[in-house]
C-alpha cells in the first residue's frame, strides 16, 4: 500500500489549496480515505472522509462549508479543495486508509497559511 500526498504549499489566509492524494496497492475502489492534520505539538486529528461506496463524506467542524473531498477512482486519487484557509490550518495533511487493522499513511504535505 502506498499512499503520496501533494499539493501543500505557502498561502496566505483565506486564500485556497488543492491537495491529492494518489493511491496504490491495493483495490482503491473498496476503501473509504480520509484526511488528517496534525498541527505542530498537537495531535493527529482527523478533517475530512469520503465512503467507498456512495461517496457520502464526512468534515470535521472546523472546515465544514470551506473543504471539500472528492475522489476519482479512475485516477485512484483523493483531493482535498481547501478553501477561505485561516492560520489555523497550518499543518502537515496526511491521507489514509483502514485496512484490517492496519492503518496506512503518506508521508504528508505541509500546508502554511499566513496571517
Known amino acids: 500500500v502506498q499512499l503520496v500526498e501533494s499539493g501543500g504549499g505557502v498561502v496566505q489566509a483565506g486564500g485556497s489549496l488543492r491537495l491529492s492524494c494518489v493511491a496504490s496497492?491495493?483495490?482503491?475502489?473498496?476503501?473509504?480515505i480520509g484526511w488528517f492534520h496534525q498541527a505542530p505539538g498537537k495531535e493527529r486529528e482527523g478533517v475530512s472522509c469520503?465512503?467507498?461506496?456512495?461517496?457520502?463524506?464526512y468534515y470535521v467542524d472546523s472546515v465544514k462549508g470551506r473543504f471539500t473531498i472528492s475522489r476519482d477512482n479512475a485516477k485512484k486519487t483523493v483531493y482535498l479543495q481547501m478553501n477561505s484557509l485561516k492560520p489555523e490550518d497550518t499543518a502537515v495533511y496526511y491521507c489514509?486508509?483502514?485496512?484490517?487493522?492496519?492503518?496506512?499513511w503518506g508521508e504528508g504535505t505541509l500546508v502554511t497559511i499566513s496571517s
Open positions: 489514509n486508509i483502514k485496512v484490517g487493522s492496519t492503518n496506512y
Open positions: 496497492g491495493f483495490t482503491f475502489d473498496d476503501y473509504a
Open positions: 469520503i465512503s467507498s461506496s456512495d461517496g457520502s463524506t
